[in-house]
């Protein structure tokens, strides 16, 4: 009697710790879920357009000189052309790319899409001189508007306007980095573990 006593007593002990078990699982899974869910949250609020803008002047003179008769003859053309242009850096947020190991609570960062550089010039011409052999065409203008873009992209690139917005960029990655670390989730990118804004510097290849 004794024995049947302890046989079902153990039985009920068992199928109580294993109920508690199961619970435990269920719970562990939820905070998971929940996690994913709270990081999923974080990543749609940070995809969004991030723009920096910039604005840059520049003074050219344009010569343009057509010649007749074995060069015996000749007419110019020319004319000052000041140019001031809005200049945007944007990066959106909304094309980045990741996996989410709800195993290893890792997030991978795939892919942050490349910036995205808009000129936007404003070109005044003054001092126009031209003649009736050789008189400003829409070749011309097509000419001046090629070379004053190419002009501002080499500006562009010895200004600060693309590092202040790779800084608004990693600002807003960092928002993420701040979740995960705060859940105790690991974030990567590059094959390499973010800990820090350092590391999304030393990695991010823009």
């Not at 990066?91 to 899409?113: A, C, F, G, S, V």
């Amino acid at each position: 009697m004794l024995k049947r006593i302890l046989v079902v007593t153990g039985i009920i002990i068992a199928i109580f710790l294993a109920f508690k078990y199961c619970e435990f699982k269920k719970g562990d899974d939820s905070t998971i879920d929940y996690n994913t869910n709270l990081i999923q949250q974080q990543i749609l609020n940070v995809g969004k357009l991030v723009v920096t803008e910039g604005h840059f002047s520049e003074v050219i003179t344009y010569k343009n000189q057509q010649k007749y008769l074995m060069n015996m003859l000749s007419f110019e053309k020319k004319a000052l052309v000041v140019v001031n242009a809005n200049v945007t850096v944007a990066y959106d947020l909304h094309k980045i790319k990741y996996d989410i190991d709800k195993k290893n609570r890792t997030i991978t960062i795939l892919n942050i899409p490349k910036e995205e550089i808009a000129i936007n010039p404003d070109i005044q011409f003054y001092d126009v001189e031209q003649s009736k052999f050789n008189p400003f065409t829409g070749d011309d203008y097509n000419k001046i508007n090629k070379s004053v873009k190419a002009n501002l992209a080499k500006k562009i690139e010895k200004s600060s306007l693309k590092t202040n917005a790779q800084n608004r960029l990693i600002s807003e990655l960092s928002k993420i980095l701040i979740l995960t670390n705060t859940m105790g989730w690991k974030l990567k990118y590059e094959g390499k573990m973010i800990e820090s804004d350092k590391d999304f510097n030393q990695n991010l290849k823009l």
